[in-house]
Structures are given as structure tokens and as C-alpha cells.
């Protein structure tokens, strides 16, 4: 069907949403000849290619560089203080957000995905109205509707944005490095955040509310980068109340609950992020949204409208791209008539990079036992591994919970948990470990090669065995 423009306005797909869950579906869904529409207001990429994922990796990657340089002579190499140009950093940002951005744009169009600029409202029908900046309308439909709008981040009373207070939005457009910040919650972001700008010489100071940051992550390995965040003179404070701000020129001074005020060039509020369904017009349209604003959706990605889903940031489920991914391609999957299987929630990857980094899949030692699980745990520390030695990054763990079989040995793999010199980049081994419930002698009988990184995964295995070489 076309318009009077001749435009085509049915498709096969409408995709309401350009980040990785909304061009996940879309590119997929071309891949096997769907006719595929997708709506976006911003920039296909979304919040983790533009304000996420991608600029914050690519800032973390600047400050490991930084701290390399800065530790050369350990090395024999001598280069002097390093100095830092953050116009060349941010420049440098951008030049890896707009490679990419240009790589999808391209990637999309050669897909022959339809691509309509403009806000995507849900109408009756699996119709969707698109109004562009210019507030022109067009109207499409089609056989099936993905809701991929995205989130944004979430705010606190009296932390208005501007000024000093900065969301991850905001962070990515600072012209120059704050000299003393407070970043508030220490998840993931906020780890990511002051482990950062900590490694490029601020001060920085961490205010979270819980016992402990980076809550759902193993104790153990939380300690590891605690034992680091200190060291490199990061102030965490857990379980702490922060009633609000008095700003005073280029600065503002903190009001910190049973402490002095603190005074901080720069407030990085990062406290989690909500969804942006309110954007979709669904009202009436007998989508259900929860009070939270997350669309409510069965294990296939379902909504109570018929043909209509909801996929990424949108529905409660973990916020990472890749699971946005899976979640697009259960659903076009069913699109399909193939056989489409449920995201397994509780056994997908995390990873975190912050120095050290965080990896970790499936239950945590207190989880596993939480759930009724007798647990056998082996801990192999970077100190005896070769290639860690080599590149001068010692800290952190490999933890591996698995269940006590009736002969107290070690059976099935329940978590792997680590913590260190590139493990974000090492956890494939322990996400096939644990979702295809391996036990802990067939994974005994995977080579590592030597001398490598994977060895510590390698040897924490084979002492679960009561039997390992350098364990």
C-alpha cells in the first residue's frame, strides 16, 4: 500500500525505536525477507550507541591508555607524565560514535529497511503515526508492530540537569575534565563513571544508598574493586542519604546525611534509567504499561494487543544491548513460524568496565545457597597467572559457584564470577558453562592456551575437580 506521495505505508514490521532491541528486529527481520519500516526520532543507534554503551567504553578505553603511560617505567619505558587533552578525547569519542553510526545508517539501507524520522505513536489496527519534527503526519500499518522506544535516565528530587548536575547524557558532552565530582549510585554506570574520571585525575567520590555498590554483583568480587576503587583514591560511601545541593558558581556543595557537606565541581547523577513509553501514545490502545512505565509482556515478548510486542529498555527486563538483541530476535522469530525460545534471564552475560572489570554469569554464591543450592566455590586470584604478570594487572578474582553433587564433589556449574585484566572479553567460556549446565569435569577437559588470561578460568575448573596444577 502507498500513499498519495507514493510512499509505502504497510509493511510486513513496523519498528518503533532505532537502538539495538528496535535495529536488532529491523535488520533480522530483513535479513529473512520481511518488508520492514522503522521509526526513530533521534539517531538509529539509540541511547547505547549515541549517550551509552559506545562513548562510555570508548572514554574508559582513553583512561586505561592514560594509565598505561602513566605506569610505563615499570616497564623500562620512559615517557615522562602523561598529560591529558580532553578536546582530542572527546574529538576522538566522536570520530568512534559517528563510524559506527554511519556503518548502521548503511547497514540498514542496504537491508532496504524503510527508515521514517519522526516520534511513532500506537494506533488501532497495528497502525503507527510517525510526526516528524515538522509536525507532518504519515500513517503506517502493518502485519506486526515491535515497541523498541527506549529509555532515558532517571533523575532525583533536587537534582535537576544543568549546571554542575549531569546525567550519562551530559557527561558525554563535557568540554573539560570536572576537577572534583560526586557521582551518586554505584551501580554499573557509576562505577564505570568514577573509575574513569578517577584514572584521568579527578577526584571522585561515590554516594550509594544500598549496603554495597554494585548491587546483584558477588561479594568477592564487589571487595576486589572495592580493595582498587580505594587504592586509586576513589571515596566510596555505602549506605548513604544525599538531601540536596547548594550550587555556588562553577561549583555546588552537597548536603551528605551525617556527614560534611561536600563540594564538587561536577554531580553525575546515575541512578538507573527508566522507560520512555509514555512517547507511544498508549493509551487506550490496551498495551497494559505497570506503574513503573515498563510495558507489561509475556515470556515471548507479547503485549495484550494482538500482533503488537515490546522489546529492549521498554519492558522489565535486564538493560543491556545484547539482551535487547535476543529479545528482537525472539520475536521474529515467532514472526517467522520458526521455532523461538525465551530469553533465559537469569543466565544472561554482565559485564562492567570499570578497572578492574566486572564479568559475571548466572547465581551468586549467596544466591545459589539463597535458592536452596549446597554449593562447592573455588576462587583463583590473577597473582599466579603468567600473562597477568606480564601486563602488570594483578587485581581481582575468578569465583565459580557449583552445585555440591551427593558425594560432595562438584557438580553442575552455577555462576562464574570475575573480576580483572580484560574479563569482559573472557566470559564466553563461563556463559556456555553455565547455560548448557555443564558440570565441572566436562569443562575441566577444555584447553587453555599458555600463557593466557583464560588460564585462570581454566585452573579455578580443574581445582573443583580436587585436583589442579597450580591451584
Request: hydrophobic fraction near 45%; proline fraction near 4%.
Amino acid at each position: 500500500m502507498t500513499d498519495a506521495a507514493g510512499t509505502e505505508t504497510h509493511f510486513d514490521l513496523i519498528v518503533v525505536g532505532g537502538g539495538p532491541a528496535g535495529y536488532g528486529a529491523a535488520l533480522y527481520g530483513a535479513s529473512a525477507g520481511l518488508n520492514v519500516a522503522l521509526v526513530e526520532k533521534d539517531k538509529v543507534g539509540g541511547t547505547c550507541l549515541h549517550r551509552g554503551c559506545i562513548p562510555a567504553k570508548e572514554l574508559l578505553e582513553t583512561a586505561h591508555v592514560f594509565r598505561s603511560v602513566a605506569h610505563a617505567a615499570d616497564f623500562g619505558v620512559e615517557v615522562g607524565t602523561p598529560a591529558l587533552n580532553w578536546s582530542t578525547t572527546m574529538a576522538r569519542k566522536a570520530q568512534v560514535v559517528g563510524g559506527l553510526f554511519s556503518g548502521l545508517s548503511g547497514l540498514l539501507k542496504h537491508r532496504k529497511v524503510t527508515l521514517f524520522a519522526g516520534t511513532g505513536t500506537l494506533g488501532a489496527d497495528r497502525s503507527v503515526t510517525v510526526t516528524g519534527d515538522d509536525r507532518d503526519q504519515v500513517v503506517l500499518t502493518a502485519d506486526a508492530v515491535i515497541l523498541a522506544a527506549g529509555s532515558v535516565p532517571r533523575t532525583i528530587p533536587g537534582f535537576e540537569v544543568g549546571g554542575p548536575v549531569l546525567t550519562s547524557d551530559e557527561v558525554f558532552e563535557l568540554t573539560e575534565r570536572p576537577a572534583r565530582v560526586a557521582v551518586i549510585g554505584g551501580g554499573a554506570i557509576g562505577c564505570e563513571f568514577a573509575s574513569m574520571l578517577a584514572d584521568l585525575g579527578s577526584q571522585v567520590t561515590i554516594l550509594e544508598a544500598l549496603p554495597q555498590i554494585l548491587p546483584g554483583v558477588d561479594k568477592d568480587v564487589v571487595n576486589t574493586v572495592l580493595r582498587s576503587f580505594k587504592g586509586r583514591g576513589i571515596d566510596v560511601r555505602t549506605g548513604v542519604r544525599v538531601n540536596g545541593h547548594q550550587p555556588s558558581g562553577a561549583s555546588t556543595t552537597l548536603d551528605v546525611e551525617g556527614a560534611d557537606p561536600l563540594e564538587v565541581d561536577a554531580v553525575v547523577v546515575s541512578v538507573g534509567r527508566r522507560p520512555l513509553s509514555e512517547s507511544l501514545g498508549l493509551d487506550g490502545t490496551g498495551v497494559v504499561v505497570d506503574e513503573r512505565g515498563f510495558v507489561e509482556v509475556d515470556e515471548y515478548c507479547r503485549t495484550a494487543v494482538e500482533g503488537v510486542w515490546a522489546v529492549g529498555d521498554l519492558i522489565a527486563t535486564p538493560g543491556l544491548a545484547h539482551v535487547g538483541y535476543a529479545e528482537a530476535i525472539l520475536v521474529v522469530k515467532q514472526l517467522l513460524g520458526e521455532v523461538a525460545v525465551p530469553v533465559d534471564y537469569s543466565r544472561v552475560p554482565w559485564c562492567i568496565y570499570c578497572q578492574p572489570e566486572v564479568a559475571f554469569v548466572g547465581m551468586t554464591e549467596q544466591a545459589a545457597r539463597d535458592a536452596g543450592f549446597e554449593v562447592v566455590v573455588a576462587k583463583h586470584r590473577w597473582g599466579g597467572n603468567s600473562r597477568a604478570l606480564i601486563i602488570g594487572e594483578t587485581e581481582g578474582m575468578v569465583k565459580i559457584i557449583a552445585e555440591k553433587s551427593a558425594d560432595g564433589t562438584a557438580g553442575r556449574i552455577l555462576g562464574v564470577h570475575m573480576s580483572g585484566p580484560w574479563v569482559t572479553e573472557q566470559l564466553g567460556a563461563g556463559y556456555l558453562s553455565v547455560n548448557w549446565e555443564a558440570t565441572v569435569d566436562e569443562v575441566a577437559h577444555f584447553l587453555q592456551p599458555h600463557p593466557s588470561l583464560t588460564e585462570s578460568f581454566g585452573e579455578a575448573v580443574l581445582s573443583l575437580t580436587g585436583r589442579s596444577l597450580n591451584g
